[in-house]
């Protein structure tokens, strides 16, 4: 048997255009988006399936009726 030509890496190879600056830019906007944007709170109003009418084909509904949870706030 031939021996084999190619070689199987340990590790991928690291990114051409990538380097530690890029990966700790990235790293800091999306510290920031999560502690500011997205930690922000939210109201879910989830919609009733059972009460809500549906296309059949489309799956969609002009009126949607939603459940009724008690509010909890969060502190």
Sequence with gaps: MSENKWD???APPS???VGQKE???VKQ????LLEK?????????PISLEHT?????YGESIKKTFLHLQLQTME
């Design 8 to 10: 199987v890496l340990d």
């Design 15 to 17: 990114p051409l255009y």
């Design 23 to 25: 990966r700790d830019f």
């Design 29 to 32: 906007v999306n510290d920031e």
């Design 37 to 45: 944007i997205i930690g922000q709170q939210i109201l879910y109003y």
């Design 53 to 57: 009418n549906y296309h059949s084909l």
